[in-house]
């Protein structure tokens, strides 16, 4: 008996089930009944699964054990002290939506501008893109808010919980110490007056604590007679014939569906096909389909369809850098939840259970800064930094250049550790310089891909990074919970240097900052290079743009050459956004199901 009734034709056929497609899915079928819809996702389902619908089970999907991510390593880099990067991605109904840590994270509104001005894609400037992020959510913490929703599917509060010290402490402290950058209730408006500010950070989780994901707001809960979402299901290629996409084969995923056949069916699409796997998912269906540089087909055996060189290239993710800080044994964080303490797991599933409170009604982000340097501050960034402040930055006062926080645990791993109670100073680049690639090794669409990350591959990442440290650990130690620093995670400094002296106690709002010498930034240089790592925000290997600027799909998301195929995911950013990737998958899906309405002469989802 097979998994699932696959029938041999519908309309639209979508290769991946995650964020993006349960949206532009959802959105079509209800839009137009008479339309008949298939989803294949490779990953499991996600229905009803208290691990997809707690918050605080997050970190559950990173285990090296789970089946609801995909693991992809790069190859060892000499910018990451000869390791190799590990990069998760969602693979299960609703991809990310349903593992990520719903950091409520959203870009400045120049990021899509520039997709618009810069790339040549009308339709997606902030003013097309913010009112279709607006249609999605519902925003508890004020509807009435002039950027914010208050009657979508999504909902957005602080979570069912109050927030822990570190979070008060980070939100009180920082505008104390750095009187530039004031206290603000809003560090997500898309403009200039959320930058260099604090703030409290919402969650994609609805104030009874439950988890926003898609595949639950989206499909599951509207049981649409003409949708078909099937787990298990892993695209090998799009059917292509005269140039024209056709369909899907597909194979019952061994990793889901352990005793099936791996046998090749296909099912054809009378309409259209949709690539919609993710950054990671979407490159390599179409490299598998002979969509991509023919050096690169050739190589893993795949006949070349169509030449576009820009597929799998622009690999791009937000560098973290964090940096664990002890903090006072009486206070309260997520450590002892995420080392699975039996006692207080066992009371946070009861507050949760009771009223959708306690710590799995939380995410690790409750207070942060989209930090920009300011005039005077330019020159502690040193003249490597000119070019690409000039270039990236300087003319967008929407932009920062990192974003910051204190999150409540121990950023890293718990192995061999003491049961101490941690803080983690947060560092995502907003804008990294670097890029990296997506490629298939072969045609087997189980083997893992030819990648590399690209971290740190540019030196000006490592500048901004530098500077971070410095600034969060200015704040830190000024937080009352501060209780001196994990030393084998940060920075070797010389025993003689002042920058070696952390201390065990906070010091004064006053306290003289610390100056670093050349040789103490070459320390800090080593361990961004040591423990840079990803942000699991990967975008940009299918960029809509001009072809011939490495473009893989025009701005209807046709993919260049080939007609009745798109591409409709976070693969499709031509540049970087200062945002979790969750907002902007979100906005691409709304857009998209526009986009695809209009197309099937039907306007007004």
């Not at 959510?137 to 509060?157: A, C, F, M, Q, R």
């Not at 940096?323 to 009486?330: A, L, M």
């Not at 939380?362 to 800064?369: C, L, T």
């Not at 361990?527 to 809509?544: E, I």
Request: proline share 7%; with cysteine.
């Amino acid at each position: 008996m097979l998994p699932h009734p696959v029938q041999a034709e519908y309309d639209l056929v979508f290769a991946g089930g995650g964020t993006t497609a349960c949206i532009i899915a959802s959105r079509l079928a209800t839009a137009l009944p008479d339309l008949s819809i298939l989803v294949l996702e490779s990953g499991p389902t996600t229905k009803g699964k208290t691990e997809h619908i707690q918050p605080g089970q997050a970190s559950t999907h990173l285990a090296p054990t789970s089946k609801t991510m995909q693991f992809y390593t790069s190859t060892s880099s000499e910018f990451l002290g000869g390791r190799s990067a590990a990069v998760q991605s969602g693979r299960c109904v609703g991809g990310g939506s349903s593992v990520n840590f719903m950091v409520y994270n959203r870009p400045a509104a120049s990021d899509f501008d520039a997709w618009e001005m810069e790339f040549g894609n009308p339709g997606w400037s902030a003013k097309d893109l913010i009112p279709l992020l607006q249609k999605a959510e519902t925003y508890e913490i004020d509807p009435d808010g002039p950027t914010h929703g208050s009657n979508g599917p999504l909902k957005v509060s602080f979570g069912g919980n109050e927030m822990l010290d570190i979070g008060k402490q980070f939100l009180d402290i920082g505008p104390k110490f750095d009187k530039d950058r004031p206290r603000s209730e809003e560090g997500n408006a898309f403009d200039e007056d959320s930058i260099n500010v604090f703030f409290p950070c919402p969650k994609w989780i609805s104030s009874d604590g439950r988890r926003s994901d898609v595949a639950h707001h989206y499909v599951y809960n509207k049981n649409l007679e003409n949708l078909s979402v099937f787990d298990g299901c892993l695209v090998n290629r799009v059917v292509i014939e005269n140039g024209v996409a056709t369909g899907v084969e597909y194979l019952f995923d061994k990793r889901v569906y352990e005793s099936s056949l791996q046998d090749v069916r296909r099912v054809k699409a009378r309409k259209l096909v949709v690539v919609s796997a993710g950054a990671m998912g979407s490159p390599l269906i179409l490299e598998r389909s002979g969509i991509g540089k023919k050096e690169i087909l050739e190589k893993a055996g795949i006949q070349l369809v169509h030449e576009i060189s820009g597929v799998g290239a622009n690999y791009q993710d937000h560098a973290s850098y964090a940096s664990p800080y002890i903090v006072d044994p009486n206070t309260k964080t997520l450590d002892s939840l995420f080392r699975g303490e039996p006692e207080t797991r066992r009371i946070a599933i009861e507050k949760w259970e009771k009223n959708g409170s306690g710590l799995l009604s939380i995410n690790e982000i409750e207070s942060a800064i989209k930090m920009r340097p300011l005039p005077h501050e330019l020159v502690e960034l040193g003249p490597e930094f000119t070019e690409y402040w000039n270039e990236v930055l300087a003319n967008h006062p929407d932009r920062p250049l990192f974003w910051l926080s204190a999150a409540p645990f121990h950023p890293g791993i718990y192995a061999d550790l003491q049961p101490l109670n941690f803080m983690g100073s947060e560092t995502i680049l907003g804008y990294p310089a670097s890029r990296g690639y997506l490629h298939i090794s072969s045609a087997d669409p189980y083997a893992a891909p030819d990648f590399n990350a690209g971290f740190l591959s540019d030196p000006v990442d490592v500048v901004a990074l530098r500077w971070a440290y410095k600034k969060a650990r200015e704040i830190i130690r000024r937080l009352p919970a501060f209780r001196g620093a994990l030393a084998p995670a940060h920075p070797n400094f010389a025993p003689s240097s002042p920058a070696a002296r952390f201390g065990n106690t906070p010091v004064p709002l006053d306290a003289p900052k610390i100056i670093y010498s050349a040789e103490d930034d070459k320390a800090i240089d080593a361990n961004v290079h040591q423990f840079v790592k990803t942000t699991w925000h990967s975008l940009g290997t299918c960029a809509m743009k001009p072809i011939e600027q490495g473009g893989v799909v025009d701005s209807s998301l046709n993919v260049y050459g080939i007609k009745n195929l798109k591409v409709a995911d976070v693969s499709i950013p031509p540049s970087n956004v200062n945002a979790n990737t969750y907002s902007t998958a979100i906005a691409i899906g709304e857009k998209a199901a526009v986009i695809i309405a209009k197309e099937l002469e039907h306007i007004g989802i």
